[in-house]
């Protein structure tokens, strides 16, 4: 099994900045795409960003292209999402997830193995 432990979520006030952290564990080496999705209340979950087992490839919402950075450590088996410019629309419980498959999916469903969540929470 794996698992994944975010961390790094808080308040901060618009236009500031947040690192958030996902730590995994386990069967790692069965890990290849890492993705970060979020879920603001009352609104279904969705695609933030992903990146691929080597770090060369990344994909990104719309929403958040130019402000955030997903990169991934693999000697301390760690992804990152360095979130800039922040919005009180990014107000979200962000999870890492991530997948056996080597594709960048934006899909939900496509993540076999998914952290708790960290509350990202950006003040007007």
């Known amino acids: 099994q794996v698992q994944l432990v975010e961390s790094g979520g808080g308040l901060v006030q618009a236009g500031g900045s947040l690192r958030l952290s996902c730590a995994a564990s386990g069967r790692t080496s069965v890990i290849n795409s890492m993705g970060w999705l979020r879920q603001a209340p009352g609104k279904e979950r969705e695609f933030v960003a992903a990146?691929?087992?080597?770090?060369?490839?990344?994909n990104y919402a719309d929403s958040v292209k130019g402000r955030f950075t997903i990169s991934r450590d693999h000697a301390k088996n760690t992804a990152y999402l360095q979130m800039n410019r922040l919005k009180p629309e990014d107000t979200a419980v962000y999870l890492c997830?991530?997948?056996?498959?080597?594709?960048?999916?934006?899909?939900?469903?496509?993540?076999?193995?998914w952290g708790q969540g960290t509350q990202v929470t950006v003040s007007s």
């Open positions: 997830a991530a997948r056996r498959g080597i594709a960048l999916s934006t899909t939900t469903s496509a993540y076999s193995y």
């Open positions: 990146i691929s087992r080597s770090g060369d490839s990344t």
